[in-house]
């Protein structure tokens, strides 16, 4: 008889729906989805980082079994503790009858109240990705420990995403016998160089004054300032090559500010935001992909498509994946979070090195192929049959 996951997480999102369709697919374990935000999560939601109402254009509910549960609080969402409020949650779970519970993030109301009613029950995973990169005072650091260390008693195993990611587990009192590595992925065919990718992303470049013999440094995210833009377009503007642009993809508050510091550098180019199905494209507008984020920035994604897409990178080291992802001088470059003359020096090494982009972006490919669905599959089907 196969064994019984039930997954707990807010909403359907690009990053998971291809994991849940593949575990259902492989059918060695039994799933199912409780989704906590409910039902009303799937009407087109405003997005203050992208200043704009986003509907994703590719399927999230496809080729796996799911239910959404009924969210009472007032103010449903997933930036407020109260705003995953599921009374009926643990019934429904209990009725389903599982063999365990994968949780995704502690930090919300119903999520919590899960893991420490099923603790000592049935095994609790959890997923999440937070690490140790981000700074706090002293003060506020210890009393964040003491209390995560309290989160952490109520779990049996921490699916972990990186390097950053398992150092950030043992710190908060979970022994390495109870990590599991399950590494953060996105779908790599997806994002694949292909003819009629590159093919579309010429038109686009062509239109923008771009031709082959140029380099292209490429930002696509929120213009917030999580993400430090102003900060990439300040560097990108000292660094010295005949040939060079820099094009930001996306929206959101800084845009303003943003176009403020361009000026009238016209080798400097916004493109709105783009969506799940076009950004394939968009990577193939770049030779390097740029992401200076600040923090708090558990991961990137991005980071992740962009290598499937045969990208030069370059990274903060406020980014929980760059530990994991860049290999220094193979297939990019990481940089002082925050500190100008940092990012305007590795931006200056890919320009100086322009003509070993290319076998860069095929060691990123390289590198990611080993990010994938199939690995956190038989990471959490092994974990299902040990417990």
Same mark, same amino acid.
């Given at each position: 008889?196969?064994?019984?996951?039930?997954?707990?997480?807010?909403?359907?999102?690009?990053?998971?729906?291809?994991?849940?369709?593949?575990? @259902?697919?492989?059918?060695?374990?039994?799933?199912? +989805?409780?989704?906590?935000?409910?039902?009303?999560?799937?009407?087109?939601?405003?997005? =203050?980082?992208?200043?704009?109402?986003?509907?994703?254009?590719?399927?999230?509910?496809?080729?796996?079994?799911?239910?959404?549960?009924?969210?009472?609080?007032?103010?449903?969402?997933?930036?407020?503790?109260?705003?995953?409020?599921?009374?009926?949650?643990?019934?429904?779970?209990?009725?389903?009858?599982?063999?365990?519970?994968?949780?995704? *993030?502690?930090?919300?109301?119903?999520?919590?109240?899960? /893991?420490?009613?099923?603790?000592?029950?049935?095994?609790?995973?959890?997923?999440?990705?937070?690490?140790?990169?981000?700074?706090?005072?002293?003060?506020?650091?210890?009393?964040?420990?003491?209390?995560?260390?309290?989160?952490?008693?109520?779990?049996?195993?921490?699916?972990?995403?990186?390097?950053?990611?398992?150092?950030?587990?043992?710190?908060? *009192?979970?022994?390495?016998?109870?990590?599991?590595?399950?590494?953060?992925?996105?779908? @790599?065919?997806?994002?694949?160089?292909?003819?009629?990718?590159?093919?579309?992303?010429?038109?686009?470049?062509?239109?923008?004054?771009?031709?082959?013999? /140029?380099?292209?440094?490429?930002?696509?995210?929120?213009?917030?300032?999580?993400?430090?833009?102003?900060?990439?377009?300040?560097?990108?503007?000292?660094?010295?090559?005949?040939?060079?642009?820099?094009?930001?993809?996306?929206?959101? =508050?800084?845009?303003?500010?943003?176009?403020?510091?361009?000026?009238?550098?016209?080798?400097?180019?916004?493109?709105?935001?783009?969506?799940?199905?076009? /950004?394939?494209?968009?990577?193939?507008?770049?030779? +390097?992909?740029?992401? =200076?984020?600040?923090?708090?920035?558990?991961?990137?994604?991005?980071?992740?498509?962009?290598?499937?897409?045969?990208?030069?990178?370059?990274?903060?080291?406020?980014?929980?994946?760059?530990?994991?992802?860049?290999?220094?001088?193979?297939?990019?470059?990481?940089?002082?979070?925050?500190?100008?003359?940092?990012?305007?020096?590795? !931006?200056?090494?890919?320009?100086?090195?322009?003509?070993?982009?290319?076998?860069?972006?095929?060691?990123?490919?390289?590198?990611?192929?080993?990010?994938?669905?199939?690995?956190?599959? !038989?990471?959490?089907?092994? !974990? /299902?049959?040990?417990?």
């Amino acid at each position: 008889m196969k064994k019984r996951l039930a997954i707990i997480t807010t909403h359907p999102i690009q990053y998971n729906a291809p994991l849940f369709s593949l575990l @259902n697919e492989r059918g060695n374990i039994e799933i199912m +989805v409780f989704y906590t935000w409910g039902e009303d999560v799937l009407e087109d939601k405003y997005d =203050p980082g992208f200043g704009k109402t986003i509907k994703w254009d590719i399927p999230l509910l496809h080729g796996y079994p799911y239910t959404f549960v009924k969210n009472v609080s007032r103010k449903p969402g997933s930036k407020r503790f109260k705003g995953i409020d599921n009374p009926i949650l643990i019934k429904e779970l209990e009725a389903w009858e599982p063999d365990a519970v994968l949780i995704y *993030g502690w930090s919300f109301k119903s999520h919590l109240r899960v /893991m420490r009613h099923f603790k000592g029950k049935i095994p609790v995973i959890f997923r999440g990705d937070s690490t140790l990169l981000d700074q706090f005072g002293f003060a506020k650091h210890w009393a964040r420990k003491i209390f995560l260390t309290w989160v952490y008693r109520y779990i049996d195993y921490a699916l972990y995403v990186g390097k950053s990611n398992w150092a950030y587990f043992l710190a908060h *009192g979970l022994p390495p016998h109870k990590l599991i590595r399950a590494p953060h992925t996105v779908d @790599n065919n997806r994002f694949n160089k292909n003819e009629e990718n590159v093919a579309r992303a010429g038109e686009i470049k062509k239109s923008l004054g771009i031709t082959d013999d /140029m380099i292209v440094f490429l930002f696509a995210a929120k213009f917030e300032p999580k993400k430090d833009p102003v900060q990439l377009i300040k560097a990108f503007k000292q660094v010295k090559h005949p040939g060079k642009h820099l094009i930001m993809v996306g929206d959101g =508050p800084l845009k303003e500010e943003m176009e403020k510091e361009r000026g009238d550098d016209h080798t400097i180019h916004f493109l709105p935001f783009q969506n799940q199905s076009q /950004m394939p494209v968009t990577y193939q507008l770049g030779d +390097v992909f740029v992401l =200076p984020s600040l923090g708090p920035e558990t991961w990137g994604l991005a980071v992740n498509e962009a290598m499937a897409g045969e990208l030069a990178i370059v990274v903060s080291d406020t980014c929980g994946c760059a530990e994991d992802l860049i290999k220094v001088g193979i297939n990019g470059y990481v940089f002082r979070s925050g500190n100008l003359e940092s990012l305007v020096e590795k !931006l200056q090494l890919c320009a100086d090195n322009s003509g070993a982009l290319k076998e860069m972006g095929k060691a990123s490919k390289e590198i990611i192929s080993d990010y994938n669905f199939e690995m956190v599959c !038989l990471a959490i089907e092994q !974990l /299902m049959v040990k417990v």
